[in-house]
């Protein structure tokens, strides 16, 4: 498992008040409680940490070029961003 | 007429964590003044203050919770949830709807502003945390105390600088009063000592660097100080109805605009509120016992206020007695009318009249007994609180004992 997979767990599971065990990729965050507020938190904490730009706007999630379904699909999106970063 | 009366009170500020400590320090004439702990303060001419000392923030609020709650409205909430606490209100046993919360705030989440700016300005940073909007709002504590306890009913916050508590206690007042609601959280929080807010009143050179010693001929301006005090204000049958015990009363309320200056307080105007307030209250001057001063050491204030009392108590000044207390906790601004209410709450239920502390000799211009120094013991029948802001806005509140 990439570091980046493990970090990107650990923001989601201390969003979603779980331990990171109860959080696998194929997890939603709708599952995992995670509202449109908990999303953007989400979002400040994965920007921080990987030093990247997430575009999203809560009145259109779905326009974002990061997939925020599940946890592997963020995960994916994240490690392409850092990537790209990297160029 | 419908009668208000309060049933649950709650603190935090630089005197202590509760109403008791609270109460005690004030009784013992404590200063919780000292050399002010924060970021950058070496860059600060005044650096003296009353900061809640001790005091952490984790043992009280979650995660998730704290990323919300800016200081001023973490001290709201845990004073608001000790009135309730007092009060034995619990959840059911009132109509939410008619319900509500006034907090007064003159800086709201000012720490929040003073970090976030910090970020983006000072450290480059090109994103700041996402509930910064929700934490600096001004009605931030008003909101957060209704979520928690479940207040449906008219919620706001007042923003009128030093006299924002007194207004807010007054609007809380006036909405049970006039029935609109049976029962309200009413107070105001303060946490504006952070570099930004402190760099901004140094500006006005209004500051002691010293220390806050109202009405002493060697005082040098005002202190700053920080925290929240919360009351449950209840119409008195809704309180007796559910065999809630009411503290004291709330009788009158008066406030007034000077329409004059921006900083400077007036004569006339202090006297009008407080004639006012007393008219509102349908009592006399001469039945005052205690007056809790607005106080604030600076020379403008202290002997303007002095005159205005001279002129609506005459005669019966003789018998008064007045008390500034931010001598021991400081201003704290929007917070500060609902801390120095719990003066008057301690006067009216146990009997002692909190002192003016740090008076070596009395200034001659303020010919008042101002409890120099010590507590006073004497029955308490009647009690005035005095706030008079910037913008010359003036609003005074009348208390009477349950007996």
């Known amino acids: 498992m990439s570091s980046i997979y493990s970090q990107v767990i650990d923001i989601i599971a201390s969003q979603a008040v779980l331990d990171v065990a109860d959080v696998g990729p194929e997890s939603t965050l709708e599952e995992l409680g995670i509202d449109s507020l908990g999303i953007v938190e989400a979002i400040f904490a994965i920007e921080e940490m990987f030093d990247i730009d997430i575009s999203f706007n ?28 990297r160029g | 007429m419908r009668r208000v009366v309060i049933t649950g009170q709650g603190t935090v500020n630089p005197l202590g964590k509760s109403v008791q400590e609270t109460y005690d320090a004030m009784a013992k004439g404590q200063c919780a003044i000292t050399q002010l702990q924060i970021r950058d303060v070496e860059r600060l001419s005044v650096r003296v203050g009353a900061q809640v000392q001790d005091y952490q923030a984790e043992r009280h609020f979650s995660r998730q919770e704290l990323v919300r709650l800016d200081r001023f409205s973490q001290f709201a909430l845990l004073s608001a949830r000790q009135a309730a606490e007092q009060a034995g209100l619990e959840a059911g046993s009132f109509c939410k709807e008619s319900a509500g919360v006034v907090i007064g705030t003159a800086g709201g989440g000012l720490n929040t502003w003073d970090s976030s700016y910090r970020a983006v300005y000072q450290e480059r940073k090109n994103r700041v945390h996402p509930f910064v909007v929700p934490r ?66 140094e500006s006005l050179r209004v500051m002691s660097s010293t220390g806050c010693r109202p009405f002493s001929a060697d005082r040098d301006g005002m202190v700053q100080g920080e925290g929240a005090a919360v009351f449950l204000l209840e119409e008195y049958s809704h309180a007796t109805a559910r065999g809630a015990q ?158």
Not at chain 1, 68 to 84: D, K
Not at chain 2, 155 to 176: K, L, R
């Open chain 2, 246 to 403: 009411p503290l004291c009363e709330i009788l009158g309320f008066c406030m007034t605009s000077d329409a004059g200056d921006i900083v400077l307080p007036s004569r006339e105007g202090a006297a009008r509120t407080m004639r006012g307030a007393l008219a509102d209250a349908g009592i006399d001057a001469a039945e005052i016992d205690y007056v809790n001063a607005h106080g604030t050491a600076t020379a403008a204030n202290d002997r303007i206020e002095c005159a205005a009392i001279h002129d609506v108590f005459d005669s019966c000044v003789e018998e008064l007695r007045v008390s500034s207390t931010k001598s021991m906790h400081g201003h704290l601004i929007g917070g500060t009318g609902a801390v120095e209410l719990l003066a008057c709450t301690l006067a009216l239920t146990q009997g002692v009249i909190a002192p003016t502390i740090g008076i070596k000799k009395q200034d001659p211009n303020c010919r008042l007994d101002v409890v120099p120094n010590k507590a006073v013991h004497s029955r308490v029948d009647f009690a005035m609180s005095n706030a008079f802001a910037f913008g010359g806005l003036n609003a005074v509140l009348v208390l009477g004992a349950s007996r």
């Open chain 2, 136 to 201: 600096l709002m001004n009605n931030a504590a008003a909101s957060t105390i209704s979520m928690q306890l479940q207040l449906q009913g008219p919620t706001f916050s007042v923003s009128t600088a030093c006299s924002s508590s007194n207004h807010a206690i007054g609007q809380a007042f006036h909405m049970i009063r006039g029935g609109a609601a049976e029962l309200m959280f009413a107070g105001g929080s303060e946490s504006m000592i952070c570099f930004g807010g402190i760099k901004a009143w």
């Open chain 1, 58 to 85: 809560a009145n259109e999630p779905g326009e974002s070029d990061v997939d925020f379904t599940s946890v592997g699909s963020i995960v994916e999106a994240v490690e392409r961003l850092v990537t790209s970063k």
